[in-house]
T-cell receptor
Framework: DAKTTQPPSMDCAEGRAANLPCNHS???????VYWYRQIHSQGPQYIIH???NNETNEMASLIITEDRKSSTLILPHATLRDTAVYYC?????????????FGKGTKLSVIP | DAGVIQSPRHEVTEMGQEVTLRCKPI?????LFWYRQTMMRGLELLIY????????DSGMPEDRFSAKMPNASFSTLKIQPSEPRDSAVYFC?????????????FGPGTRLTVL
């Protein structure tokens, strides 16, 4: 699986949009971008994933650049409960490849 | 749905003792994963099963670690003998292999302390 690079930490004011970047310059054509987050003392939680089109769900939006070398996870209105470590993971989706390789992630602190 | 269930939530034991961690995946899920998390090494995959069969155990640190999945609703991770460096949070996760997005659902974890 391709390697990802994320900033170690970010701050965001409560109610503002949180934009978390991820660089994955060696991504292959069949690799998806997945985002998970881990709130303190809990197990990781799936947020969203995408291949090349932008994606949106009830939790977040995922913007993937046209060359697919980077992406941004957007939390449109951050709350204190969004304080967590956010992991960007690149992996092939589909039969025979289900494991996740977690990096260090970005520690997002939402500030009142 | 109760989600992935792990027990115990906390375990404190002495070096040399056997430790058994338990996991009940979400009903209907056919892939199960064991992860370990430490401050130094982050989240690491230890082993995963598809349809109760171990597929990749390359992350298992050494022979002291073993994992079984006797049926679709139960898995164990055993450490024998335990060592202080095994202290970590152990997570179990499950998913539907071949599902729409392969989303993994994680349990609350077992915090293991080996004295």
């Amino acid at each position: 699986d391709a390697k990802t690079t994320q900033p170690p930490s970010m701050d965001c004011a409560e109610g503002r949009a949180a934009n978390l970047p991820c660089n994955h310059s060696t991504i292959s054509g069949n690799e998806y971008v997945y985002w998970y987050r881990q709130i303190h003392s809990q197990g990781p939680q799936y947020i969203i994933h995408g291949l090349k089109n932008n994606e949106t769900n009830e939790m977040a939006s995922l913007i993937i650049t046209e060359d697919r070398k980077s992406s941004t996870l957007i939390l449109p209105h951050a709350t204190l409960r969004d304080t967590a470590v956010y992991y960007c993971i690149v992996r092939v989706s589909g039969a025979g490849s289900y494991q996740l390789t977690f990096g260090k992630g970005t520690k997002l602190s939402v500030i009142p | 749905d109760a989600g992935v269930i792990q027990s115990p939530r906390h375990e404190v034991t002495e070096m040399g003792q056997e430790v058994t961690l338990r996991c009940k995946p979400i009903s209907g899920h056919n892939s199960l994963f064991w992860y370990r998390q430490t401050m130094m090494r982050g989240l690491e995959l230890l082993i995963y099963f598809n349809n109760n069969v171990p597929i990749d155990d390359s992350g298992m640190p050494e022979d002291r670690f073993s994992a079984k999945m006797p049926n679709a609703s139960f898995s164990t991770l055993k450490i024998q003998p335990s060592e202080p460096r095994d202290s970590a949070v152990y997570f179990c996760a499950s998913t539907v292999a071949g599902g729409h997005n392969n989303e993994q659902f994680f349990g609350p974890g077992t915090r293991l302390t080996v004295l």
